[in-house]
């Protein structure tokens, strides 16, 4: 006689309507009492015990068995769509855009549990060969975040996204920074337009966009303490962002920063203008106290931010499309370098948490400081 199969071994027979072996496995009953069948199906009986003993397995290592048809573009979904809970919006619009424009259209018709490292790298050469390292991270951070999160709920045993190298992409937009002359003409542009304060404090001070967007006027003091000992100069204190929960970057871009009169003159007439504008807005005004903001008093985003410095540098020498906001704090750290200030001073007041930050973010803005030996030899040799 056969040996009856034990509980929970499974069992195997052929299905006449579909003309396949279908093996099943009872993994016990679920909360609401009702026993939990998977099954697997094949053409011939050894394939179906091969579906057979993949279930088993999987349930002796703890694993739920997912869906047999629960793919990458499933995984990713359930990511985009539970696994960022709390994360800034900015963060959630960037992950579903990337993952909805590259990762799904590639890879999410692959069965989860049989995508392998090899799809994984042929997909990131790929797409190497028309987009940025950062790019690429970006993505492989978004696929590998997905697979974890479905390796959490048991769909997956391991996630051979980590397991993945992310090449070498093409080279990015290289960051630029101001000449002097170009400094000028860009400040000369900007008067009289809504993004004039913005520039002159941006350039002057080396602030972050998201810093200067999420700056209020309680952390902004124009007059300063000339009588106190020691006196205190007119001073912005950077201490937030539009990061979410409002801190600066890192602890060390929490910092206050002296203002230049030129930043002073342009604050109090921006303040001015601010107020007349509050007035004429009336009831609609946001009184939210931000130093930066629309007609209305309503934040600026970086778009905003963007198009009008944009607006600008269509009354100057320079090509619009080839500059962005960030590149006025560039500027900022090219022209303290010129000028001879210390490498380490420059880091101070831009906010880094290291001079070695600074000098790779802005390796390109920043003169080598190595002419101090020549300088003091031909001082002491002096004929």
């Not at 630029?176 to 900007?190: C, G, S």
């Not at 001070?205 to 124009?222: F, K, P, Q, S």
Request: charged share 30%; net charge positive.
């Amino acid at each position: 006689m056969t040996k009856r199969r034990s509980r929970g071994d499974g069992g195997l027979h052929w299905d006449e309507r579909r003309q396949r072996w279908i093996a099943t496995a009872s993994l016990g009953h679920g909360p609401d009492g009702k026993r939990i069948t998977k099954r697997g199906s094949g053409k011939t009986k050894t394939e179906a015990k091969a579906k057979l003993k993949e279930v088993l397995r999987d349930y002796e290592d703890g694993l739920a068995i997912a869906p047999a048809d629960y793919t990458v573009a499933h995984a990713v979904n359930d990511w985009l769509a539970y696994g960022l809970n709390g994360r800034d919006k900015g963060t959630v619009d960037t992950c579903t855009t990337l993952s909805r424009t590259h990762v799904i259209p590639a890879l999410g018709s692959r069965k989860l549990r049989d995508l392998s490292a090899e799809d994984v790298d042929r997909w990131l050469a790929e797409k190497a060969k028309t987009h940025s390292t950062s790019t690429l991270q970006r993505l492989h951070s978004c696929l590998n975040r997905a697979v974890k999160h479905a390796m959490a709920r048991d769909k997956v045993r391991r996630n051979v996204v980590e397991l993945c190298k992310v090449p070498q992409g093409r080279e990015g937009r290289p960051s630029k920074a101001l000449t002097l002359v170009a400094a000028d003409e860009v400040l000369k542009a900007a008067e009289g337009k809504q993004l004039h304060a913005y520039i002159v404090v941006s350039l002057l001070t080396g602030a972050r966009t998201e810093e200067l967007r999420a700056l209020t006027w309680n952390h902004v003091d124009l007059e300063g303490q000339p009588n106190a000992v020691p006196a205190t100069p007119p001073y912005v204190a950077v201490w937030r962002s539009v990061r979410s929960g409002g801190d600066t970057k890192t602890r060390k871009s929490r910092r206050t920063l002296a203002l230049p009169k030129r930043c002073v003159d342009v604050l109090r007439a921006h303040q001015q203008m601010q107020q007349r504008e509050q007035e004429k807005a009336g009831q609609p005004w946001d009184a939210n106290g931000l130093v930066f903001a629309s007609a209305v008093g309503t934040p600026l985003d970086s778009a905003n931010v963007r198009r009008a410095f944009r607006r600008v540098l269509k009354h100057t020498s320079l090509n619009p499309d080839e500059w962005t906001p960030r590149e006025l704090r560039h500027s900022f750290v090219s022209l303290l370098s010129d000028s001879g200030v210390p490498l380490e001073e420059i880091s101070r007041l831009v906010g880094h948490s290291s001079t070695a930050v600074t000098e790779l973010v802005h390796r390109k803005q920043i003169r080598p400081v190595l002419q101090g030996g020549a300088v003091a030899m031909d001082r002491i040799f002096e004929t």
